[in-house]
């Protein structure tokens, strides 16, 4: 199938598939004009890439894993895969941490000024009554 096919059965943009082939994740077959041709089996495989690039893996970790998927019976490559996975975990857990250290400081942030404002909102009252 051609690019565009593709495209419209994932629902990924066809500027997003060249770039999964320049980086190695995607394959496709040239016919003699340079049109790209995809096998059915690239559907699955560009799900697969989108489910990975999802779970907030660059491309460089996506081909690390994908090898897994072509040929899951080499020990090797799926003890890789399985390395490659964790770690990224793990960094999404201390991106996570990250993100609540930032929140609970933020929290602090929105309560002060909170209290700031109810101040300022008590000095207009009497102000506004005199008037």
Excluded at 45 to 68: H, K, W, Y
């Amino acid at each position: 199938m051609r690019i565009g096919e593709l495209s419209k059965r994932t629902g990924v943009s066809p500027r997003s598939l060249r770039y999964y082939e320049e980086q190695g994740l995607l394959t496709s077959s040239r016919s003699d004009a340079g049109q790209r041709h995809y096998s059915e089996a690239e559907v699955q495989r560009v799900s697969l890439i989108r489910q990975l690039f999802d779970a907030g893996m660059s491309s460089r970790v996506i081909a690390t894993v994908l090898p897994c998927v072509e040929t899951p019976g080499d020990p090797g490559i799926v003890e890789l895969a399985f390395a490659t996975m964790t770690r990224e975990r793990d960094r999404i857990d201390a991106d996570i941490a990250h993100l609540i250290e930032t929140r609970d400081a933020l929290d602090v942030l929105i309560r002060a000024n909170s209290r700031h404002r109810a101040e300022l909102s008590t000095a207009r009252e009497p102000a506004a009554q005199a008037s």
